[in-house]
């Protein structure tokens, strides 16, 4: 920032040099020796400005990483209840757009540290020739700033205003291109849509008329402090007898100016990054659960098997809400059991899978895993999952591992073969279907060689064919290689398939079949 500084004040006495240089001119006394000297000045001026910009610039990226890694720890430590809670786009958004407001503030701080140095620099060189041309240009430059600082701010009210607008129509316009089948069924509701709603919000232009004559009054603001500067120091300052240089002061006049705009121009975007800070803080608080001390007795050495998983009096309640969502409840799941669990809507199904996995802590009651409280990575660890709400990954964790031939084996087993290529990091794909991508997450869960699989209405975007033939080959395949698996599934002709039948409703087990 330093270096900022000096470009700043460089700058500055090179545009007085070049005053100086042109009064002298003018007067016959300039002579080559001195001009070869400013111009060895303004090189050294041209290198110090390069080495700013350089040093300005890593700065700026080292702050930038410094707070998305700041973040991106966070969201790692989080709990998946709060993503969810937040919204995980919601959160990936707010990091990039407030990442970038900090970006660009902090090249402003260099812009108005560079600017401010460059204002300080010339008025105090030609405070030395005319103290009085000084205090009359410094007057206009303050009155200039305040009028064009009032003008943003009515100018950045109404384009907030616009935005607004403009984003409703895109709204309405989306709606429009959505749902234009089911308005080709409803002409009325087309109507509406469009003569009520579309057409009225796209032809009011009032916000940007607006703009417009708040933009053209801004540069009207511009240009008059420009030209009062120039006429300030090329006539008001002569004609008043306090100034000893015209072309000393139009020169400092014009730059005064340029530095004039530099600073009304960066302020906002530096506000925009305080603010951007601020959001970014609350985030990474939001983030961050409270701190979670693994029990004593857990174990950080988990094995890869486990003989039997108990719950006992587990409950879970989102934040905020009156009641539990889940339990509380007591289950065992022993190890090598196909169980099936079913219920209605809200019934706690999914709840139960994620407290199970150790995807969400309960907010009462153990999880005990062969007697013993493990800690909750280790418990984790025992489980592969492929959730409604599933995302497939094209890259392999540990792509020196991938066993390409088994990844083969099981892409044809799900009858993948054709529509996704193996590939030495992970798996090639298509544009694939709802159901296929789902067969796809279940290949790479497979891939894990986890003991426990969990599944929630895995076969929900199957077709009638391969359901049965999941229900009928997969499971059974799976259960004789040992794998545990859970799964919530609706489809009560193969309910016979599994060893034990879960039915919740009311976030409570209702029913615990033997099949």
Known sequence: MSLTVVAGFSQALAVVGIGLGAQALEAGALDWSAGALFASMLALFVVIAAISQLTGQRLVERMTTDAAERIGAAIAGSELATIEAMGGLRVVDALSRNVAAMRRGAHAALGILFASAQLVGLLGALALYSSGTT?????????????????RTRAEAIARRAEREDARVGLLSRHLASGFRELLGSRRREADLVAGHLLPAATDLSAQRGLARVTAYRAGVATWVALTLVLVAAFVAPVMGLTAGIALAVFVASHTYDGLQAVVTYLPLITEAGQAIERLDGLAAALVPAAQPAPRSASRAAPRGFDVISLRGVAFSYSGAPTPTLGPLTL????????????????????????????????????????????????????????????????????????????????????????????????????????????????????????????????????????????????????????????????????????????????????DLAT
Not at 138 to 148: H, M, R, S, T
Request: proline content about 2%; charged content about 25%.
């Open 135 to 151: 205090i009359m240009l410094l007057g206009v430059a303050l009155l200039g700033f305040v009028l064009q600082d009032r003008v």
């Open 332 to 511: 065992d799941l022993r190890k090598g059991e196909v169980v099936f669990i079913t219920g209605g809507n809200g019934s706690g199904k999914s709840t139960l899978m994620k407290v199970l996995t150790g995807l969400y802590r309960p907010t009462a009651g153990l999880v005990m895993i062969d007697g013993a409280m493990w800690h909750i990575e280790d418990q984790r660890a025992l489980f592969s999952t492929v959730f409604t709400d599933f995302h497939v990954f094209e890259h392999t964790q540990d792509a020196k591992a991938f066993d390409q031939d088994r990844a083969q084996a099981l892409l044809d087993m799900v009858h993948l073969d054709g529509h996704v290529r193996v590939s030495e990091t992970g798996f090639a794909m298509g544009r694939l279907s709802a159901g296929r991508r789902k067969r796809l997450a279940l290949v790479q869960a497979l891939l894990e060689d986890r003991p426990i699989l969990v599944l929630d209405e895995w076969t929900a975007d199957q077709d009638p064919d391969f359901r049965s033939e999941f229900f009928d080959r997969l499971i059974p395949d799976l259960a004789a290689r040992g794998i545990t698996v859970v799964a919530v599934t609706h489809d009560e002709r193969f309910f016979d398939r599994c060893d034990r039948l879960l039915r919740l409703a009311d976030g409570q087990i209702v029913t």
